[in-house]
């Protein structure tokens, strides 16, 4: 905010801000300044393979989408001697939950918003070695979330995220649909399943897989006036408002809505 006000273009690294209330008023404090280029560091998962995806649920390549479900697991803070990781303290992370935030810009992207948010965390070693100051300290971020719910467009969503859980799993993010399967791995590959065949890779459409461009896009934009495409301070907004919903269900042990809105009295 400081730099638009001072007349400057802003590349802002993500997650967006610490909640919906801090998103919303950086994205007010672009569209005051509409000659300036405000833009996000975007989720990089599914650079290559993202577009070519989208194109296919919006074509109904797997009919209506019923379900996603969103697997992120590992095992960083299994030894309970791991010094407390910045993401799980909330002076530094605000209600951003571990990598929640990156992975629901993806389902964004290719779905669109959640309604409602339900999310069960369970923390368990309490307190951890702080490295800055070698003391214990307590860990406010739990060591694993669940969160379903549904998405505007009706389909049911899950989320397991977790750094206690190592092992065989496979990571990635599946979509179910009436018609057929969409399964993409971490690696930026993806695969889809129809009317019980053998799953096919997804071949990214011509000029699609652009790999990393943020900075050069960035630059792009300032130079040429082109549109920011990953990612605008709205689109940071939108995946903001889902965080601050599953960090109050977290807190009140209930489903809630999303809220919707300029956001700048959330929370």
Same mark, same amino acid.
């Given at each position: 905010?400081?730099?638009? $006000?001072?007349?400057?273009?802003?590349?802002?690294?993500?997650?967006?801000?610490?909640?919906?209330?801090?998103?919303?008023?950086?994205?007010?404090?672009?569209?005051?300044?509409?000659?300036?280029?405000?833009?996000? +560091?975007?989720?990089?998962?599914?650079?290559?393979?993202?577009?070519?995806?989208?194109?296919?649920?919006?074509?109904?390549?797997?009919?209506?989408?019923?379900?996603?479900?969103?697997? $992120?697991?590992?095992?960083?803070?299994?030894?309970?001697?791991?010094?407390?990781?910045?993401?799980? &303290?909330?002076?530094?992370?605000?209600?951003?939950?571990?990598?929640?935030?990156?992975?629901?810009?993806?389902?964004?992207?290719?779905?669109?918003? $959640?309604?409602?948010?339900?999310?069960?965390?369970?923390?368990?070693?309490?307190?951890?070695?702080?490295?800055?100051?070698?003391?214990?300290?307590?860990?406010? +971020?739990?060591?694993?979330?669940?969160?379903?719910?549904?998405?505007?467009?009706?389909?049911?969503?899950?989320?397991?995220?977790?750094?206690?859980?190592?092992?065989?799993? &496979?990571?990635?993010?599946?979509?179910?649909?009436?018609?057929?399967?969409?399964?993409?791995?971490?690696?930026?590959?993806?695969?889809?399943?129809?009317?019980?065949?053998?799953?096919?890779?997804?071949?990214?459409?011509?000029?699609?897989?652009?790999?990393?461009?943020?900075?050069?896009?960035?630059?792009?934009?300032?130079?040429?006036?082109?549109?920011?495409?990953?990612?605008?301070?709205?689109?940071?907004?939108?995946?903001?408002?889902?965080?601050?919903?599953?960090?109050?269900?977290?807190?009140?042990?209930?489903? +809630?809505?999303?809220?919707?809105?300029?956001?700048?009295?959330?929370?």
């Amino acid at each position: 905010m400081a730099a638009l $006000a001072a007349g400057k273009h802003v590349l802002c690294e993500a997650r967006m801000a610490m909640d919906a209330a801090e998103a919303a008023e950086m994205l007010d404090a672009s569209e005051r300044r509409p000659h300036l280029v405000a833009q996000l +560091v975007p989720a990089p998962f599914d650079l290559k393979s993202g577009a070519t995806i989208t194109r296919l649920l919006e074509e109904g390549a797997i009919g209506e989408v019923r379900e996603v479900a969103v697997v $992120a697991l590992n095992g960083s803070a299994l030894d309970p001697a791991t010094p407390v990781h910045w993401r799980q &303290q909330t002076r530094y992370s605000g209600r951003n939950i571990h990598s929640l935030g990156i992975w629901s810009e993806v389902v964004q992207r290719w779905l669109g918003e $959640a309604r409602t948010v339900m999310a069960h965390g369970s923390t368990f070693v309490p307190e951890r070695m702080d490295p800055a100051t070698g003391e214990s300290t307590p860990v406010e +971020v739990p060591d694993t979330v669940a969160v379903a719910g549904s998405l505007m467009n009706g389909a049911a969503y899950t989320y397991r995220v977790s750094n206690v859980a190592a092992g065989t799993h &496979q990571n990635g993010i599946t979509v179910f649909g009436t018609k057929g399967v969409i399964q993409w791995l971490p690696n930026d590959t993806a695969s889809l399943t129809t009317d019980g065949e053998e799953a096919q890779p997804i071949v990214p459409d011509s000029g699609t897989a652009r790999g990393w461009r943020v900075e050069a896009d960035f630059v792009t934009s300032i130079r040429e006036g082109a549109p920011v495409r990953f990612t605008s301070f709205a689109d940071g907004l939108r995946y903001m408002r889902f965080i601050d919903a599953a960090w109050r269900s977290l807190q009140d042990g209930c489903a +809630v809505e999303v809220q919707a809105g300029s956001g700048t009295n959330q929370g």
